[in-house]
């Protein structure tokens, strides 16, 4: 397939000596980085945030202070 892509000048000359330098093509060196590329995991979509559930042995009338809060739910 043929396509066009606009590349930053300084990219292009990198892009061009490094071709150069390796003895090979452009079209090579962009396919071998689009190949690495691809190779990669993608992101995972960020997970949502889980909030800390406090058993109570009586459901209500938990009462805990700053510091206690802090330790149950610290995060190691």
């Given at each position: 397939?043929?396509?066009?892509?606009?590349?930053?000048?300084?990219?292009?000359?990198?892009?061009?000596?490094?071709?150069?330098?390796?003895?090979v093509?452009?079209?090579?060196?962009?396919?071998?980085?689009?190949d690495?590329?691809?190779?990669?995991?993608?992101?995972?979509?960020?997970?949502?945030?889980?909030?800390?559930?406090?058993r109570?042995?009586?459901?209500?009338?938990?009462?805990?202070?700053?510091?206690?809060?802090?330790?149950?739910?610290?995060?190691?």
């Amino acid at each position: 397939m043929r396509t066009s892509v606009d590349i930053p000048d300084t990219i292009y000359r990198e892009m061009k000596i490094r071709a150069a330098t390796e003895g090979v093509t452009i079209r090579e060196v962009i396919l071998e980085g689009l190949d690495m590329r691809l190779q990669r995991p993608s992101s995972a979509p960020p997970s949502r945030f889980q909030v800390p559930v406090i058993r109570s042995k009586r459901p209500g009338t938990l009462n805990l202070t700053n510091e206690q809060i802090d330790e149950l739910t610290a995060f190691c």
